[in-house]
């Protein structure tokens, strides 16, 4: 279509331009319109926008309406500000900003989509992996569904995509497809429960970490942290990044997150703790050997 | 010099003594202002209805509302009466025509006299705010946004009125007041529509 | 009010000379503030227009300065967040709306031949509401601080989607001062097309009926139309959103049951027939400038105007293809999806109408004329991203990525800031009585075109490549660096651009050519008059006896009713 006008809006506008003075004195023939090229360039179209219609109707009917399968993997993605809450109810598992899937097959006993269910615990966000779907909405109040059904392995990334506040830009997801056996051994991972440190360093940040706040808003399993406010941190090292993507997961971020979470993620709804150096560097040490 | 067209017929001139009237400045403006009025009530109206039944607490609409029997017969009978005040005036009567629209302005004042009453009812005997749930947010704006309109036409009457006893009406007014009453019966229609959805509707929730 | 402006419409007030009404600065002042003149008020709104136009231009600047790298420093996310968001409140509605009413104010009346508008107090209470909600959105930079100092100018995005608006999660005073400023122009707005209404009914010359009506001012009556319909939902979103900060309503507060969705729907369908409302009155300047540059009438006049009527009609009912991706029903989505679609039509039929106008025409390259061609080549552009968008599967891998920014700035600029430059350069002579410099403007033209194509097309693709949009920066290495550079140093370009349109409107003020009555040689009212017209804007008028009443003065041996 672009082609075709614009080749048409060239060839009259350069046909038609103005060939020097001595043209102006006459007008050129005053023409009012015909109903037949009317008619003909409102019924091209109209046709064009009929078969756009026909396909649209189909291709929203097949991604809407389609019927997941009995072993489909569920999972359930709560949207904070700023960062993403992932829960495997099967698997009773809870992590946040990283979801691992296996991979699927096109067709077989290998098929294997994944059916993720969105809900938001404060303002809209939005679920968008590019590569692997369009985007679906977290909005409050309202339960909305989608489903990603990847035939190759990778990390993929994603970002949150509707405005939701301050950090909006750093709600990064990342989408980690493994081979099916790969992802059950994950799984296993993630269940296992958490060892008590015995390294002393380790240990004495395990107490700070119940001496501080820090329980009132994460959540370690087996433990008396059960904070929803902020990301579970039960299996913290296994996830790539920290902050949803602010940077990446290493002992050094972790520290500075630790230290004061601001600098790393100006914003961000975890206020600097104002520990002191020593407490820091415990709680680090602590949190690195959850995994 | 050529010219080309579907239009090409040779037409007359068109005629020079064509009589040139337009439609009157205050028709137009008070159809139009009734216009964008509608546009905002369906709004509210809108949010009325997607919120019926949504309410998470106490109290819902079929345990406080009562069909406002006598002020809807008020109001809407106010219509009425308007109309014979401006009859009364086409027929040169100025004292039926002050009479009828002394009795349209107690009519509405009986009507906003009801709501007050109304709310007064609710926010202190029943405790239902605009802040209770998204039933009271939803009913207080609806129908205070009416009430408010009824206000505004109260204060056009009154002003008429009062004009009129200081003997500032004249018959070059006719068309102003005819506005009012076309302003007038838009809040009246309002009303029906705003009483079916809230008195009668939602009271099933 | 209305009394006398009935009254003394067909009857001259002494004429007045033009130089009498210059002063000293209070007396200019003075003029300015207590105004009634459809004219003046006209200026006045386009003057402010393009004073706010600098100053959200400015704070795309500095966007454009902090997306140049990944992980820039340059601005605090919040602050960015609060660029964007004054950026598009101010463009659509300090920007585009008072640019479209000044344009209004200014040729309506002229165009059919009235003395001034309806109600000319009306108009200016129009106007200052307009310009007081300007003041009060921009006052937010000083009255708002909050808690952690969080407050300053609103960073809810332009369309400040529930529940960021709540009071929990947007704190201090600056949704305040968004919310009350754009309530505060709506009445403005509402008030001005009301006008625009009467005025047209009610105003025209004799002999001018509908059908004679120039488009232009066709499409101003459904460009009022649509405002009178479509604002009232912004208001009302206004009031509710106000009522639920101040006293505790819960019409979006999602943890009392209310809907976070609802806040989508009432804004959208206030905010699609909006970008219409902002769109077509370009259409209508466009289908002016055409004809009269390529020497013919407009081809098809009547389904011109039927063309007009229903794309107003239509949009009114395609509001949600903005919401695709919060989870509607499959039919919803359809529904919506096709009545998109269907825009396309009546929107092609115009674009068809105007080629077919300069096909055999004459076209004079004029500066009116570049721009209108520029206009219909990025229109073209932007309307078929628009088609993409409308393709719900489509839109939801492309909704709030710079694809849809794209989009937007190619219809927002390259139609509606293109079609009003060219009226501005079409006009000039007409408001101020000297021609626009053809050298300055036309540098501005080429600078202004390579810099608006090359900042907005790498935006295709880096939404293509899923960048999506309001971030204030982004991590290296998903291929969207060199997109944003260059769309960034394309912003010198428009920069140097509009510099030189400012500096030929003073420079032509003060050394142009002096412009005769009518120096494009064109064909409606308001060049039967003097340049600048005359307070009563017209000592005689013509009979108007076809749509081109000066074509038929020029052309007495020729004229156009016999054809029509
Ligand atoms: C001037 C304003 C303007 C105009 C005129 C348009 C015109 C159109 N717009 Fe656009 N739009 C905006 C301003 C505008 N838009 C803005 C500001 C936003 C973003 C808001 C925000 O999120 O901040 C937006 C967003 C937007 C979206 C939502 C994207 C998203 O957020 O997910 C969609 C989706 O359908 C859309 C579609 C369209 C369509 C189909 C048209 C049509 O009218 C285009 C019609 C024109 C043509 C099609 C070209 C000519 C036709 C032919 C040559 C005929 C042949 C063609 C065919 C048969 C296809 N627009
Ligand atoms: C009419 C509407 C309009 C116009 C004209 C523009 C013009 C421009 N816009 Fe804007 N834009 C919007 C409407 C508009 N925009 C809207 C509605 C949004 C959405 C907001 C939201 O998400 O909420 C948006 C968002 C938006 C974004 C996305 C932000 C984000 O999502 O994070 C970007 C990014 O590049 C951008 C850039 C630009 C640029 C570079 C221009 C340029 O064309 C600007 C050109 C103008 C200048 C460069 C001024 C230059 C003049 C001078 C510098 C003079 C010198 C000064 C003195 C001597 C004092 N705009
Ligand atoms: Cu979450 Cu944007
Ligand atoms: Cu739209």
């Known amino acids: ?291 | 010099m050529t010219r080309i067209g579907n239009t090409n017929k040779m037409t007359a001139a068109p005629a020079q003594n064509l009589e040139w009237k337009l439609p009157s400045h205050r028709k137009v403006a008070v159809i139009t202002l009734i216009l964008t009025e509608t546009a905002l009530f369906s709004i509210f109206l809108v949010a009325y209805l997607f919120y019926m039944g949504k309410s998470l607490n106490q109290p819902y609409p079929s345990e406080i509302l009562h069909f406002p029997v006598l002020a809807t017969i008020a109001l809407l009978s106010s219509s009425v009466t308007i109309v014979f005040s401006e009859m009364a005036l086409h027929r040169g009567n100025k004292p039926m025509f002050y009479l009828w629209w002394a009795i349209t302005i107690a009519l509405g004042s009986y009507f906003l006299w009801f709501t007050a009453v109304e709310w007064h009812h609710l926010i202190f005997k029943e405790n239902f705010t605009l802040a209770t749930n998204v039933f009271g947010t939803t009913f207080y704006s609806l129908v205070g946004l009416h009430a408010s309109h009824v206000i505004i036409g109260l204060i056009l009457l009154s002003l008429v009125f009062v004009l009129g006893l200081l003997g500032k009406v004249g018959p070059e007014h006719a068309e102003h007041i005819e506005m009012i009453s076309w302003y007038w019966h838009f809040v009246d229609a309002i009303w029906i529509v705003v009483a079916t959805v809230v008195y009668i509707i939602s009271i099933r929730y | ?564």
């Not at chain 1, 999972?75 to 809870?94: A, F, T």
């Not at chain 1, 913290?236 to 004061?260: D, H, K, S």
């Not at chain 3, 609060?82 to 659509?92: E, N, P, S, Y």
């Not at chain 3, 000319?120 to 959105?137: D, I, K, Y």
């Open chain 3, 1 to 564: 009010m209305n009394s006398e402006s009935v009254d003394e419409n067909y009857e001259l007030p002494p004429p007045q000379k033009i130089g009498e009404e210059r002063g000293s600065l209070t007396r200019i002042i003075q003029e300015l503030v207590f105004t009634v003149d459809h004219k003046k008020l006209g200026m006045m709104y386009i003057g402010s227009g393009l004073l706010f136009f600098v100053v959200a231009g400015i704070m795309a600047v500095f966007i454009r300065i902090q997306l140049a790298v990944p992980r820039n420093h340059f601005v605090e996310p919040e602050v960015y967040n609060r660029l964007f968001t004054m950026h598009g409140t101010v463009m659509v509605f300090l920007v585009g709306m008072p640019m479209i009413f000044g344009f209004a104010n200014y040729l309506v009346p002229l165009m059919i031949g009235a003395r001034d508008m309806a109600f000319p107090r009306l108009n200016a209470f129009g106007f200052w509401v307009f310009f007081f909600s300007g003041l009060l959105l921009f006052f937010s930079y000083f009255g708002a601080p909050g808690l952690y100092a969080a407050g300053s100018a609103p960073d809810v995005g332009w369309f400040a989607y529930s529940p960021l608006t709540a009071k929990a999660f947007s704190r201090g005073h600056s949704t305040d001062y968004w919310t009350l400023s754009i309530l505060l122009g709506g009445i403005g707005s509402i008030a001005t097309s009301l006008n625009i209404i009467v005025t047209i009914f009610c105003m025209r010359c004799k002999g001018m009926i509908l059908g004679r009506m120039p488009l232009f001012v066709w499409i101003f009556l459904v460009v009022a139309f649509l405002v009178i319909i479509a604002l009232p939902p912004l208001s009302a979103c206004q009031i509710m959103l106000i009522l639920d900060r101040y006293f505790g309503a819960k019409f979006f507060d999602t943890q009392a049951g209310g809907s976070a969705v609802l806040w989508q729907h009432f804004f959208w369908i206030f905010g699609h027939p909006e970008v219409y409302i902002l769109m077509v009155p370009g259409f209508g300047i466009a289908s002016e400038v055409i004809p009269v540059f390529s020497r013919k009438p407009i081809f098809g006049y009547p389904v011109m105007v039927a063309a007009t009527v229903m794309i107003g009609f239509i949009s009114l009912g395609v509001w949600a293809h903005h919401m695709f991706s919060i989870g509607m029903t499959s039919i919803g989505n359809t529904f919506f999806a096709i009545s998109t679609l269907l825009v396309a039509i009546p929107t092609g039929i115009k674009i068809f109408n105007w080629i077919g106008t300069m096909y055999g025409g004459k076209l004079r390259f004029e500066l009116p004329m570049l721009f209108c061609l520029a206009f219909l080549f990025q229109f073209l552009i932007a309307g078929l991203t628009g088609v993409m968008l409308a393709i719900a599967p489509f839109d939801w891998q492309l909704t709030d990525s710079y694809f849809v920014v794209a989009h937007f700035h190619y219809v927002l600029i390259g139609g509606l800031l293109y079609t009003l430059f060219a009226g501005i350069y079409y006009w000039y002579p007409k408001a101020l009585g000297k021609m626009p410099n053809f050298k300055l403007g036309l540098w501005h033209f080429i600078l202004f075109t390579i810099g608006f194509q090359m900042t907005f097309v790498p935006q295709h693709f880096s939404g293509f490549l899923g960048m999506p949009r309001r971030i204030y920066t982004y991590d290296a290495g998903r291929g969207w660096e060199l997109w944003n550079m260059i769309s960034s140093i394309g912003v010198i370009f428009q920069i140097a651009g509009v510099l030189f349109f400012v500096v030929n409107l003073i420079y032509s003020y003060v050394k142009g050519k002096k412009a005769g009555d009518d120096p494009w040689d064109a064909w409606t009212l308001e060049w039967a008059t003097t340049s600048p017209p005359p307070h009563y804007n017209f000592e005689t008028l013509p009979e108007i006896r076809s749509r081109r009443p000066l074509w038929d003065l020029k052309h007495p041996d020729d004229p156009d009713w016999k054809y029509e």
């Open chain 1, 1 to 291: 279509i672009f082609v075709v006008v614009t080749g048409m809006m060239i060839f009259v506008v350069w046909k038609f331009r103005r060939r020097g003075p001595a043209d102006d004195e006459v007008e050129p023939a005053q023409i009012y319109g015909s109903t037949h090229i009317e008619m003909a360039w409102t019924v091209v179209p109209i046709i064009i926008t009929f078969v756009l219609i026909l396909v649209t109707s189909r291709t929203i009917g097949e991604i809407q309406n389609r019927v997941m399968p009995e072993n489909a993997l569920k999972i359930r993605v709560v949207g904070h500000q700023w960062w993403w809450e992932v829960h495997y109810k099967d698997y009773n598992i809870i992590t946040a900003n990283e979801i691992h899937v296996p991979r699927s097959d096109r067709t077989g006993p290998g098929e294997r989509p994944t059916e993720i269910i969105l809900e938001s615990a404060d303002v809209i966000h939005s679920f968008w992996v590019p590569q692997l779907a369009g985007k679906t909405d977290l909005i409050p109040n309202k339960r909305n569904r989608t489903w990603i059904e990847p035939f190759v392995t990778g990390t993929f990334f994603g970002n949150c995509a509707e405005y939701c506040g301050t950090q909006h830009a750093n709600m990064l997801l990342r989408v980690i497809v493994q081979e099916p056996e790969d992802f059950e051994r994950w799984a296993k991972q993630m269940q296992a429960p958490v060892q008590i440190p015995t390294e002393p360093l380790a240990a004495q940040g395990r107490k700070d970490f119940y001496a501080n706040s820090c329980v009132t808003c994460h959540r370690i399993d087996g433990t008396t942290a059960e904070g929803v406010f902020g990301p579970d941190l039960t299996k913290l090292m296994t996830r790539q990044t920290i902050g949803a993507g602010v940077a990446p997961l290493n002992p050094e971020t972790l520290r500075q997150w630790v230290r004061n979470p601001q600098s790393l993620k100006t914003g961000c709804l975890m206020p600097d703790m104002k520990l002191s150096e020593n407490e820091v560097d415990a709680i680090t040490a602590y949190l690195l050997t959850l995994k």
